[in-house]
């Protein structure tokens, strides 16, 4: 080739090349979309004959498209049955909006080892669970500022495989600093969580009810909730019993003594004299107060009703574990079913049912809170000294559906305590229930079918060994998770690129 014509050719080769680039972009990128979902399409119907929506169980179909459901056909106006592309046929299986977790422990960034948001988050889109809200604390740093969040935000992006949404912490260092705060409200942070007594966790440290009215008085103005782990200190060291001259620290009722329903109650007594201020016309109306974790199901929960009667904006959370377990069946030296507060007998566990089914408590959550497992100390079992925090998140639809079965628990109850009312917790309008113009987050699943929860079992939680469920019964198989319209786990399968996102809480203006 002579210089001419490699001039006259060189701006055609270069042309040649960019719209290869062009074109392999085009397609890389596309790819990469495809790979949020286990679906080609985006836009599908999903029929069955159990679709749990706010107005009831319908037999019918959904319309999904880019993502929102557009529109729900009962079984009677079959004439949408002509038009129809793409149709995802799941017979008598259920269709419920996904779940929401308002209280998971990730620990990432910092003690990723311990569980870390691919595991976790993979694990919640096999149990069903289409968003969680991420605690402040046992990642490292703590979520207590608005780098912090930002650390955490950047900790998650393109890892997680459901949508996450954050608390920040209220601590003493920021509670009397609004303008501390705020930068972490404006930054996303859902809301705030605090502790009444020591979280376990040193750069975590507690509030007292001061902080507390301060962190109420800011969040009034964003409108966003202020969570409480409701223990108190008490003085308890005479309840312990010895045996051998020294605590039996392997029996579980050593714990338990350690730390009595009286904990519980004193901190509601004194949560309660601050959320009057939350009350119409108070001085932090626009403020909410969610008590995390109830375990205690007899004072403490009369102190909630009476607040609630009296205007308090003010709800409860309890978890499956304090619904499932009780502290009598729980072995010497099994650490796995360490948590604070403690579970209690089976007695403080009906009524914990019956406050649930008459609507006394609010809503469910995990507390997925799991560790390392040489920090369980299963081997020695020494309850005084383990980690205390249940590891479940994958769990918790088929535990509250085969321990609430006997209580004669419905679909609609679990989808208002497991999606509509925690989506309302955390703000969430386009989330927990499915209705038209709601964002497509959805679960599949069988409730008659059972299966041994043992070593076959594929769990997608980093430590499946350190959880209390593990070597149960349970009914209720998750078929398939939908997060926004894309099938993101079916049937033993992720999608291959986690797509999904932080969800931050928009500026007020
Ligand atoms: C484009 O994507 C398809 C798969 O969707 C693949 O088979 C093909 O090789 C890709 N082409 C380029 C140029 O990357
Ligand atoms: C309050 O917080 C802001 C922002 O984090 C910080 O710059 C300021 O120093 C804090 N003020 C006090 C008195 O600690
Ligand atoms: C809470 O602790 C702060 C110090 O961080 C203190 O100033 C305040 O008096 C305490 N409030 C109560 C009710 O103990
Ligand atoms: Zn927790």
Redesign the pocket.
Known sequence: MDNMLLWRVFPLLTLLASF?LL??VQ??S??SH?ECSLLPYQHYWITSKRIVTPQGVVSGAVEIKEGKFVSIVKEEDRHWNSKVDHILDYGDAVVMPGLIDVHVHLDDPGRAEWEGFPSGTKAAAAGGITTLVDMPLNSFPSTVSEETLKLKIKAAEERIYVDVGFWGGLVPENAFNSSALEGLLNAGALGLKSFMCPSGINDFPMTNVSHIKEGLSVLAKYRRPLLVHAEVQQDSEGHLEFKDGSYDVRSYSTYLKTRPPSWEEAAIKELVTVTKDTRIGGLAEGAHLHIVHLSDSSSSLDLIKEAKRGGDSLTVETCPHYLAFSAEEILDGDTRFKCSPPIRNAANKEKLWEALLEGHIDMLSSDHSPTAPELKLLDEGNFLRAWGGISSLQFVLPVTWSYGRKYGLTLEQLALWWSERPAKLARQELKGAISVGNQADIVVWEPDVEFDLNDKYPVYLKHPSISAYMGSKLSGRVLATFVRGNLVYREGKHAPAACGVPILARRKD
């Open positions: 290869l074109f392999y397609n890389s596309k790819l495809k």
